[in-house]
């Protein structure tokens, strides 16, 4: 079994930033796909950012430019970077995991999940 931890989200007025970590505990993580999500109250999961076990990335264009993600596999650990931070940011934020998802933005290609951390950005 995968767990995943995420670290880091708070209350930030717009503008500022935020870094989320995200611990895997399986020591196959350097072959994970892994996903970052959102979901605001009354609101769909929506999928944020995801890197491949190669590195590379995908974003939603509302992020896109503001977000960075990353992974370091001698941490175990993936990252979300969020700069210029807006109110419409605010929502709980979860890492994904899975081992065949892709560079996939949908939360249906993902088998484990976080606990999730809020963000709040005032405006």
């Known amino acids: 079994q995968v767990q995943l931890v995420e670290s880091g989200g708070g209350s930030v007025q717009a503008g500022g930033s935020l870094r989320l970590s995200c611990v895997a505990s399986?020591?196959?993580?350097?072959?994970?796909?892994f996903g970052w999500f959102r979901q605001a109250p009354g609101q769909e999961r929506e999928g944020v950012a995801a890197?491949?076990?190669?590195?590379?990335?995908i974003y939603a264009d509302s992020v896109k430019g503001r977000f960075t993600v990353s992974k370091d596999n001698a941490k175990n650990t993936q990252y979300l970077q969020m700069n210029s931070l807006k109110p419409e940011d605010t929502a709980m934020y979860y890492c994904?995991?899975?081992?065949?998802?892709?560079?996939?933005?949908?939360?249906?290609?993902?088998?484990?999940w976080g606990q999730g951390t809020q963000v709040t950005v005032s405006s």
């Open positions: 994904a995991a899975d081992f065949w998802a892709g560079r996939s933005l949908s939360a249906g290609a993902y088998n484990y």
């Open positions: 399986r020591y196959t993580y350097s072959r994970f796909y």
């Open positions: 890197i491949a076990h190669d590195g590379s990335t």
